[in-house]
């Protein structure tokens, strides 16, 4: 049975290793907040981080998990960052249906871990892999400017 | 989806009819809908938890507090709402209007879905509706009124403990307040407060009075949506839940010829496969497994033969020839207006447009999950007409309305798909469920699609044509306009075909033309029928209406040198002061005309009434080797008494994007031999974050009871950015949606 790390815990998954990590994550474990939009990494909304970096988990499978750590938008308010990304979120009044922010949350933390001030430039880059279809952009990029400012 | 008032009653009796004909079952008793609403909910603290007991005899379900509040002994309030919440901010923004009116604590108010009881219908149209973006427009007085009649409920109850006249108490915030200065929380008064008579008459606030109402204000459900904790639809888990997956006949309304399902059996977690019916009389292959992704793995291994030879193969292309040959002849008559002046005409626009079949594609998957033990069954998904699909799913699983329960689920977008009269996802689910309980498997199963089920599965804003004779003169003044619109009827066999189909001509085809300009239109219409289901998609007719109306007008203007402000202002007259509100202010705030642009940069200016708000945009755009580009985006809204000034910029950006994705190549579904050629967002294209401009909302300010604001945001978007191109260029503007190379 595969083991993985999820939020700095050991889980053992009951699923074939070939599972998208996406499902092992919401049918196999009942974590619902990493969401599925199109099952073929073109919307985003499945994002987590494998050892901070984001992947899609749609189309990856738990074998390329295992051994590594990861983390979903249930743990992402502990980190730093991710806490700050949260609270931008909240005071831009960002979500609409809300559907697609799991994934946004975690494609803009994983940026300001790498990036601490984002131009706009970075933020499309960092950002263009994950749809909204309420057309949040606007208020995403505003957040993540001001998580930027609160972190800084 | 111009509901006119008159209809809503005739509509009402038609739906109350469809609800108690059929299978005999009686509607709810206004005893069951009392049930229900005291029921739900909290253990302790419920208010009122006897309400039936006390419910005032003339009012109305849709009139009792019992059903829409319940105080904590806590003080949380918590606000059943009446609309799906799926974005648009109804959850929020009816919350305030009642929490205005009860003058609660606003950081103790929550919001709920309400269910499929009679209490929660819209309560203009008597039936479960969100769409037409009504939820405030409707639902506004009605909710003042529900918080008046609760804050009179504490009040009394305070007035008898304290033993003073009622009159000579107050509220503020959740409290009661006595002449002394005492004071009691409506948690400490509300069961007091719950045996008290509800009252028929209610004061209502003067807006002066509002502290809420206007003030701009985050959303309830801004936290969970930001941290992952959101449940929606697609997330109810269940004791032994199931997942199917359905293979749906690539042609509409087919059926399975051969099925071998050898392999799809062997995947480890597959419980069953099962032929199923699907929507339009087609048959489709249910892959039934305990998660989404054996049962996804279990689809893909089935091989399957068709049978599409009794269906009609729609071509995309074939269909927009036939569609622009039509366009040639007047149809049936809209508005009649004398045309002969466009043969003397000293100057004349002929054009044609086309626009595509557009998917939804709401960023939650469609699902429905149907718990069904063969008496009675229970039903958890996102949908806009939770009335309407009891109805249908008892009819798919031949048991009497009375035995479906619906549980409306939070909703991952929808704009339209959710609301859908034949329910064929709902419909899809039970028949799935009961293929499911006859083979044996005594599990609730969640039907969900794919991404690929979700584009490809129709439901689509129908394709149109439009074709435009304008004869006008030196001035810019029309002579004659002459027009012609081609496209499906959405809601033709339909149970809203009989009214709001007149003299074969479907409203939701036709709305959003000609107004606000006095013009000499003919307006006449073609309803071919084709094979690809239909449905309104956000601001319905007006995504094609306002594109065509306001390109030609612009091309008008520059055709007669005048300005496309005063062209418009100068058409409008003084008969329409709020669009004239509305363009005046978007052109006041964007710099229109005194502002200098950036090298390349060029202003494109649209307006458009749709659901009873105005808007006007500004906007600024640029064309670099061809491809156009929307820089900035500056809007004049007027949607009456702005309710929550932040939801309306919201929805303002939103719906502005929205358009903006039509307008962007790859935004349109094409079918060929019967097929849709789109599968998932790799050639369905939507805008992402680098299409994204700047957009600034200002909002005309008004004390009129408050109209729409979910849809109109998006009709004047595309034919703004058209006009920015066609100023740019020196051409006319694009004459098909999505933008070509221009």
């Known amino acids: ?152 | 989806m111009h509901f006119d008032p008159a209809l809503a009653a005739e509509l009402q009796r038609v739906l109350w009819h469809r609800r108690t004909a059929g299978d005999g079952a009686a509607v709810l008793e206004r005893r069951s809908f009392l049930k229900l609403g005291a029921a739900a909910g909290f253990a302790l603290g419920v208010f009122p938890l006897r309400g039936s007991a006390q419910a005032a005899e003339g009012l109305k379900p849709t009139e009792q507090p019992a059903a829409f509040v319940q105080i904590d002994r806590d003080g949380i309030t918590t606000v059943t709402v009446n609309r799906l919440e799926f974005g648009q901010g109804a959850h929020t923004g009816l919350a305030m209007v009642l929490a205005e009116e009860l003058d609660a604590d606003w950081a103790r108010v929550r919001a709920r879905h309400g269910d499929a009881s009679p209490a929660y219908v819209d309560p203009a149209f008597g039936m479960h509706l969100t769409g037409g973006s009504n939820s405030i427009h409707n639902s506004f007085k009605q909710y003042r009124e529900l918080g008046a009649r609760t804050r009179a409920m504490l009040v009394a109850a305070a007035a008898q403990q304290w033993k003073v006249p009622a009159a000579s108490l107050h509220t503020e915030s959740g409290f009661v307040i006595g002449p002394d200065g005492k004071r009691a929380s409506y948690g400490e008064l509300a069961d007091a407060a719950m045996k008290q008579t509800v009252p028929q008459q209610v004061t209502l606030k003067d807006p002066k009075q509002f502290r809420l109402i206007g003030k701009p204000t985050r959303r309830l459900d801004a936290q969970a949506k930001s941290t992952g904790q959101q449940s929606y639809g697609i997330d109810v888990r269940l004791p032994g839940l199931l997942t199917a997956v359905v293979a749906h006949p690539p042609v509409f309304g087919a059926k399975v010829k051969t099925v071998d399902d050898t392999a799809a059996k062997a995947v480890h977690g597959v419980k069953a496969v099962l032929r199923v019916p699907t929507d339009r009389g087609g048959e489709g292959v249910a892959v039934i497994a305990d998660g989404y992704w054996p049962a996804h793995q279990g689809r893909e291994a089935l091989k399957l033969e068709w049978d599409t030879s009794s269906v009609e193969h729609p071509d995309t292309l074939q269909l927009l020839a036939k569609y622009r040959e039509l366009a040639r002849q007047p149809g049936l008559k809209k508005f009649d207006a004398d045309v002969s002046k466009l043969t003397s005409a000293p100057h004349r626009i002929s054009a044609e447009f086309a626009f595509p079949y557009l998917a939804h594609a709401p960023m939650e998957p469609l699902n429905c999950t149907v718990a069904f033990d063969g008496q009675k069954a229970e039903l958890w998904m996102g949908t806009q007409m939770p009335g309407f699909d009891a109805m249908s799913a008892a009819k798919t699983l031949g048991v009497a309305p009375a035995a479906v329960k619906v549980n409306t689920q939070m909703a991952g977008g929808g704009f339209g798909r959710r609301a859908i009269s034949t329910s064929d996802y709902v419909v899809e689910a039970c028949q799935v469920a009961k293929a499911a309980r006859a083979a044996g498997l005594n599990a609730p199963v969640r039907t969900l699609w794919s991404r690929e089920d979700d584009i490809k599965g129709g439901y689509y804003r129908p394709m149109h044509v439009h074709r435009a004779e304008i004869g006008f003169d030196d001035k810019g003044n029309i002579l004659a306009w002459d027009h012609v619109i081609v496209g499906q009827s959405i809601l033709k066999g339909t149970p809203f075909e009989e009214y709001l189909i007149k003299d074969g001509i479907d409203d939701t085809a036709v709305e959003g033309m000609k107004e606000p300009y006095d013009i000499p239109m003919r307006l006449t219409v073609h309803h071919p029928q084709v094979n690809v289901p239909v449905l309104w998609w956000r601001s319905v007719g007006s995504t094609h209406t306002a594109y065509a109306m306001e390109t030609l007008l612009d091309e008008v203007a520059r055709a007669s040198k005048q300005d496309p402000v005063a062209l418009r202002l100068k058409l409008m007259g003084d008969k329409h002061p709020r669009h004239a509100a509305a363009l005046k202010l978007a052109v006041e705030k964007s710099g229109y005309g005194r502002r200098k642009l950036p090298a390349g940069h060029g202003w494109g200016v649209a307006l458009h009434e749709s659901f009873n708000s105005v808007v006007a945009y500004v906007a600024e755009a640029s064309v670099d080797k061809g491809v156009p580009r929307l820089h900035a985006v500056t809007a004049g809204v007027h949607c009456n008494l702005a309710v929550n000034p932040l939801s309306i910029e919201t929805q303002i950006q939103g719906a502005a994007l929205m358009g903006l994705s039509t307008c962007l190549p790859g935004n349109a579904i094409t079918l060929k031999d019967g097929v849709v050629e789109q599968n998932n967002f790799g050639e369905y294209r939507v805008a992402r974050m680098p299409d994204m401009p700047r957009i600034a909302v200002h909002i005309v300010p008004s004390a009129d009871p408050p109209t729409g604001i979910g849809e109109p945001g998006l009709p004047p978007l595309a034919p703004a950015f058209a006009n920015a191109i066609a100023r740019l260029t020196g051409k006319t503007a694009p004459r098909e949606l999505p933008f070509a190379q221009v």
């Open chain 1, 1 to 152: 049975m595969p083991q993985l790390h999820i939020n700095g815990k050991d889980v053992n998954v009951d699923a074939d290793p070939s599972t998208p990590l996406l499902w092992a994550l919401r049918d196999t474990l009942g974590m619902t907040g990493t969401k599925f939009g199109c099952g073929q990494a073109l919307c985003g909304a499945c994002t987590v981080h494998l050892n901070g970096a984001p992947v899609r988990s749609c189309v990856t499978p738990i074998s390329a998990a295992e051994g590594q750590q990861v983390t979903t938008i249930e743990a992402i308010g502990e980190d730093r960052i991710g806490k700050a990304v949260q609270a931008a979120w909240i005071r831009h009044d960002v979500a609409q249906c809300g559907y697609c922010q799991s994934g946004q949350v975690m494609s803009a933390t994983a940026l300001l871990k790498t990036q601490r001030q984002p131009s706009d430039a970075d933020i499309d880059k960092a950002m263009a892999g994950n749809i909204c279809r309420c057309g949040t952009y606007i208020r995403i990029r505003a957040a993540i400017k001001d998580a930027a400012a609160h972190l800084a």
